[in-house]
T-cell receptor, first 115, second 113 residues
Framework: AQTVTQSQPEMSVQEAETVTLSCTYD???????LFWYKQPPSRQMILVIR??????QNATENRFSVNFQKAAKSFSLKISDSQLGDAAMYFC????????????FGPGTSLSVIP | DAGVIQSPRHEVTEMGQEVTLRCKPI?????LFWYRQTMMRGLELLIY????????DSGMPEDRFSAKMPNASFSTLKIQPSEPRDSAVYFC???????????FGPGTRLTVL
């Protein structure tokens, strides 16, 4: 069975600095999708970025980028120029290729941004 | 599109009462998921549907929980009878299989007294 691990329950970063959140996963599949979701205090789950396993190029969305290492089964999220609004819970998630594959979420990392 | 719609946003009830949570997925999406989130257990998948058919309900905690999806635009999660340990935030999410990311509703905060 697939698993997703986030080894950092809490992280903090100074405003305008860069922070990297770690995620590892376990799967025997070759094709799959990986996601980072953000959950601010409003509790709304928001998709931050996604990565298709067949793509070697790391996904980027503005200040958010990933470091996808398929062989190592690692999928870290880098937030550049951190802003106060980035403070939230961040969840790493895995989903298999087909519609019948459920999404597996990690336990989350709570990110604090220090002014 | 209005996104995934959940109702009610907040529900307070007494132990033993029946609770029904509702979800309207994004039009065109063919997968629907029900999650429960608590501080202790994090985000748990309860059940998911594909094309209105339940695919995996192994996350449903016990027989007190049931979910239905009578058509592509509506789903319910029912708890009968409710217990204080059911207090949590319940999320509904939908996705289109080929695109895969899930879009979450705002959640229903359930409190069982």
């Amino acid at each position: 069975a697939q698993t997703v691990t986030q080894s950092q329950p809490e992280m903090s970063v100074q405003e305008a600095e860069t922070v990297t959140l770690s995620c590892t996963y376990d799967t025997s599949e070759s094709d799959y999708y990986l996601f980072w979701y953000k959950q601010p205090p409003s509790r709304q789950m928001i998709l931050v970025i996604r990565q298709e396993a067949y793509k070697q190029q790391n996904a980027t969305e503005n200040r958010f980028s990933v470091n996808f290492q398929k062989a190592a089964k690692s999928f870290s999220l880098k937030i550049s120029d951190s802003q106060l609004g980035d403070a939230a819970m961040y969840f790493c998630a895995y989903r298999g290729e087909t519609s019948y594959d459920k999404v597996i979420f990690g336990p989350g990392t709570s990110l604090s941004v220090i002014p | 599109d209005a996104g995934v719609i959940q109702s009610p946003r907040h529900e307070v009830t007494e132990m033993g009462q029946e609770v029904t949570l509702r979800c309207k997925p994004i039009s065109g999406h063919n997968s629907l998921f029900w999650y429960r989130q608590t501080m202790m257990r994090g985000l748990e998948l309860l059940i998911y549907f594909n094309n209105n058919v339940p695919i995996d309900d192994s996350g449903m905690p016990e027989d007190r929980f049931s979910a239905k999806m009578p058509n592509a635009s509506f789903s319910t999660l029912k708890i009968q009878p409710s217990e204080p340990r059911d207090s949590a935030v319940y999320f509904c999410a939908s996705s289109f299989g080929g695109y895969n990311e899930q879009f979450f509703g705002p959640g229903t905060r359930l409190t069982v007294l």
